[in-house]
């Protein structure tokens, strides 16, 4: 069984297991894949704030109550100190660890935020008879880092992160009408063919697991990516707080198509 | 009172009683703005046909029995003959005469369809808060050949053309969510950004009423056009019919917003 076949529990007890431990892109395809956020609660009211005014960013899917460790709602005997297979621990604003269990790090007074991936979306534009170049030729999405400001509350603020996609304009057309559909995993695109405008250079990107091209037939799509808080963290500068790693997601039990709007 | 507060009805008889003749891009705004096309019976289904398997090209809003000069269910009062501001007719495949009123070439077996415009959701756009920046610039989209085939029939077959637009890209991004709940004024764009991709070179429009410009910060989004079937018509070599001149439309009494899907 390949990890595209896996049910999400499955991929969660062998990333638990630490036999997986890749980025989860294209695994269980059609399943939702969520950003974490874990920060103590003197700061969650806040952070549910920000999530609120940047709702492109940070789609909340679930939030936790202070020192509950699983997502009931997100499925089986979610762990969430163990099942990605990589976290960010900040510190005072400062990345001080990137580890594969939070378990050691964990307080009581801790709430965890799950918000939506633009993974989930992959699976149904290639349902939809959508060419992902990108994937045949063997590459992921790149993150780029913006000249867009995000919607700051008192101490969250910071530039929007977003994920790059190369399509041919025919299948961008569709790409952004379904996506429109499912603004709980980003919704459309925050912007489409001219990088320039958005204060992007296509050959720095913010941080990726490998060089992406765009084809000739292909134009590049932008869409906002859920990394872009743990830059508001950084900015915020608390005491600890911990993410997912880059691309490391929370694969969940529900199916993308129930988040259709 | 403007052309822009005139209602459709006024409008109607203003081009009737030739005191209006130019386009009618940008009248009575959020009303429907409607094709037509003309065609002996013997030839109706066929065409009918051509409709159904085109439907981004000719999105069929009505159509008459043989002979009847109206279309009573787009507006009170309505004269096929008459309520066009401009009218083409083809006999044998050749452009033989342009026309502000049919009524001499009327004839017992007419077939009139009308189907939808782009004109139509220019209006929607800017109540969506999109800036049409070629509007603001005293200009109207232009038109293209492209080197797409529309699906044929024994008869009728011909190229795809489009109008574009250029927007900037996050109202290009909008504006490919809203036209897509809009099938029946073309629905979605068939193509953005590399016009080259579609065989359109830019300084070569097929028919316009004056020079288009692309801002730096726009891309241009090319809209299946509902001229189209004109060359349709003219590959077909009918002995005689008759369409709409271009971006001389039928303004109806519907409102756009009833067509949304």
């Known amino acids: 069984m390949t990890n595209k076949e896996a049910t999400p529990r499955q991929l969660r007890k062998d990333i638990r297991e630490n036999i997986l431990s890749q980025p989860t892109a294209g695994m269980a ?3 939702l894949q969520c950003n974490l956020l874990i920060l103590p609660s003197a700061f969650a009211d806040e952070f549910l ?6 709702p492109s960013v940070c789609p909340l899917i679930a939030k936790t109550k202070p020192g509950v460790h699983y997502f009931d709602d997100l499925g089986v ?23 594969s269990s939070i378990a050691d790090y964990w307080q009581t007074d801790f709430v965890s935020f799950a918000y939506g991936c633009s993974f989930s979306f992959e699976a149904l534009l290639l349902d939809k008879g959508i060419t992902l170049g990108y994937l045949d030729r063997g590459q992921r999405e790149a993150l780029y880092l913006t000249n867009i400001d995000t919607n700051r509350t008192d101490k969250f603020e910071g530039k929007l992160l977003a994920s790059m ?9 569709k790409a952004i009408s379904i996506t429109d ?18 204060g992007v250079d296509l050959g720095q990107p913010y941080e990726t697991l490998g060089p992406i091209s765009i084809e000739k037939e292909e134009i590049p799509l932008f869409w906002a990516c859920g990394v872009t808080p743990q830059l508001a963290l950084i900015n ?11 691309a490391h997601m929370l694969i969940t039990d529900k199916l993308v198509s129930e988040f259709s709007q």
Chains 1, 2 share one sequence.
């Open 29 to 31: 395809p059609g399943y």
């Open 49 to 54: 704030d920000y999530c609120e005014i940047n």
């Open 77 to 99: 005997d979610i762990d969430i100190r163990t099942d990605l297979a990589g976290y960010n621990v900040f510190v005072d604003g400062e990345k001080s660890a990137e580890v």
């Open 165 to 173: 996609r190369p399509l041919h304009p025919k299948d961008a057309i």
């Open 181 to 198: 559909k499912y603004p709980q995993v980003h919704g459309a695109p925050v912007h489409i063919g001219l990088p320039e405008l958005i």
């Open 236 to 246: 915020a500068k608390l005491p600890i707080c911990i993410t997912h790693k880059s």
